[in-house]
């Protein structure tokens, strides 16, 4: 398959929904061989903050010299980005070659009476391969939704489990109430295996001590109180934590220093894993991170900030930086939601800091909600809203009125 036909097989069976539950990807891994039995995980679960702890963990691991492989949900720039093995995407002969073998043993299910594979376990499942081919020594591998029934949670080889912060998200999925959320996040502690934690709100934070406490995992918990001699920036964050004294970060955003504290706790552990690391390394890891899309500087004169944030923690965590990187300035939001988020709440918590509101359907997406529709629900907090009909519109409208 070529990498065209592989994102058009993906959205056909995109169709198919979300489907929790390992029923389907044990079978679908079983008559791959089972490629994940041979790897060693770190995992990682949470609702915002998954993405950047992961990178900063997979590039102090590769600064050590070890074979990481990442596992990311969602992409943001291009489709290959979801498989990297040392931050190199998987080849796109490697994605059509390995997609093929899937497509094949779904093929075989599917003729056996089995539901066909949804998209994410059919990408689980190619990830794995990949991973299996690469010889990895350690994959940091996210969950794509939750984690108890999250198609990433047959592996029994987790060296470390990580979550991040817990907060309302996906609520047809995983329930209505912060502890029904976490009891789905700590879904992938293993019996004995070490855990790393956020510091969480004391409804998840119960919940999760719990889950460790039944399963004999030791659980060390980020404090934000152990952060001190913090200097913010925008291209660079320095803060000290765990006894390291000025660590260094390259992304932005108010929150990041508390990712990168949970990051440094997660390489502590590690180290006692199997997979040490010198302070020298350790630090040039944090330093040498890339993470792109969140609170990314993607422009100066004036600033253009990219930021993903899509429920309603990850807005106030984008009103925060906002507010704190940006007082006082005239700031113009370029805005696109899909369907299925809470916006209302998202636009609540952040109308205010907006001069100007342009809203845009996130392209190429089923799940897109309307430029007109995200619009007249701006329009209730906001007097300046105005819908375009293209990403680039925006941008360039964005670009006539920063002056």
């Excluded at 990481?68 to 498989?83: A, M």
């Excluded at 002969?93 to 899937?102: K, N, P, S």
């Excluded at 060390?220 to 000290?240: C, D, M, N, W």
Aim: glycine residues 10%.
């Amino acid at each position: 398959m070529k990498e065209r036909e592989v994102v058009e097989y993906i959205e056909q069976i995109s169709g198919l929904g979300i489907v929790p539950g390992l029923g389907s990807i044990r079978e679908l891994c079983e008559r791959l061989g089972n490629p994940q039995q041979s790897l060693r995980f770190v995992h990682v679960a949470g609702t915002n903050g998954k993405g950047s702890v992961s990178a900063y963990i997979g590039a102090a691991l590769k600064s050590g010299g070890y074979r990481v492989g990442r596992y990311i949900s969602p992409v943001i720039f291009e489709y290959r980005e979801k498989i990297q093995v040392n931050d190199r995407y998987i080849t796109r002969e490697a994605l059509g070659r390995l997609a093929e073998q899937v497509r094949q043993a779904c093929d075989g299910m599917t003729a056996e009476g089995w539901p066909q594979p949804t998209a994410f376990e059919v990408e689980t499942a190619m990830a794995f391969l990949y991973f299996r081919e690469k010889s990895c020594d350690i994959v940091v591998l996210e969950t794509g939704m939750g984690g108890l029934l999250d198609a990433t949670n047959i592996i029994d080889s987790t060296v470390l489990a990580v979550i991040t912060s817990v907060s309302m998200d996906h609520m047809r999925f995983l329930g209505n109430s912060l502890e029904e959320i976490a009891a789905q996040k700590a879904g992938i502690l293993k019996k004995g295996v070490p855990a790393v934690s956020a510091k969480q709100q004391p409804e998840a934070e119960k919940v999760i001590a719990e889950r460790a406490a039944e399963l004999h995992c030791p659980l060390t918990v980020a404090e934000p109180a152990g952060i001190t001699h913090v200097r913010y920036g925008l291209e660079k964050q320095r803060f000290s934590y765990g006894g390291l004294a000025g660590l260094e970060i390259p992304l932005a955003g108010k929150y990041q220093v508390e990712n990168g504290a949970l990051a440094v706790e997660a390489l502590k552990i590690l180290g006692e894993q199997g997979f040490p690391l010198t302070e020298q390394k350790l630090r040039q890891g944090l330093m040498q991170t890339v993470w792109d899309g969140r609170f990314t500087v993607a422009g100066r004169r004036p600033f253009f900030i990219i930021d993903g944030a899509h429920n309603e923690d990850g807005a106030k965590r984008l009103a925060e930086s906002l507010e704190f990187y940006f007082t006082n300035k005239r700031i113009i939001y370029i805005m696109g939601v899909l369907k299925d988020k809470e916006y209302g709440k998202m636009i609540a918590l952040t109308h205010a800091l907006a001069d100007q509101i342009i809203t845009v359907a996130p392209p190429d997406n089923p799940r897109a909600l309307p430029a007109y529709e995200l619009a007249r629900e701006a329009a209730k907090f906001h007097s300046d809203v105005t819908a375009v009909d293209s990403p680039e519109e925006a941008v360039e409208m964005a670009g006539l009125l920063a002056g």
